[in-house]
């Protein structure tokens, strides 16, 4: 069992700032990709910015340049700097993380979730 918990969502204003944090623990053998993805009221989950084992990023194009995705690989932590938030940041974000267990088992595994609403 791997459990991925997310933490840091808030309420911020427009143009404010937010670092959303996710810890993974478990018996974690190696992770693989970890990204965050989030979902607003109506619409389909998406894809925010992924992380691999080596370090490669990938953004959506809404967020570059004002997301920065990064991990602790020795701490199992995935983080996002999230900067000039605007209203359509709006959703709940979700913590992915895939890889192996130590009882050599695949996982993909989410958080339940933190939200951020960005409002003035």
């Known amino acids: 069992q791997v459990q991925l918990v997310e933490s840091g969502g808030g309420l911020v204003q427009p143009g404010g700032s937010l670092r959303l944090s996710c810890a993974a623990s478990?018996?974690?053998?190696?992770?693989?990709?970890m990204g965050w993805y989030r979902r607003a009221p109506g619409n389909q989950r998406e894809l925010v910015a992924v992380?691999?084992?080596?370090?490669?990023?990938n953004y959506a194009e809404s967020v570059k340049g004002r997301f920065t995705i990064s991990r602790d690989k020795a701490k199992n932590t995935l983080y996002v700097e999230m900067n000039s938030l605007k209203p359509e940041d709006t959703a709940v974000y979700y913590c992915?993380?895939?890889?192996?267990?130590?009882?050599?088992?695949?996982?993909?595994?989410w958080g339940q979730g933190t939200q951020v609403t960005v409002s003035s």
């Open positions: 478990g018996n974690i053998f190696i992770i693989n990709a």
């Open positions: 992915n993380a895939d890889g192996w267990t130590t009882d050599w088992e695949q996982f993909d595994s």
């Open positions: 992380i691999t084992s080596g370090g490669r990023t």
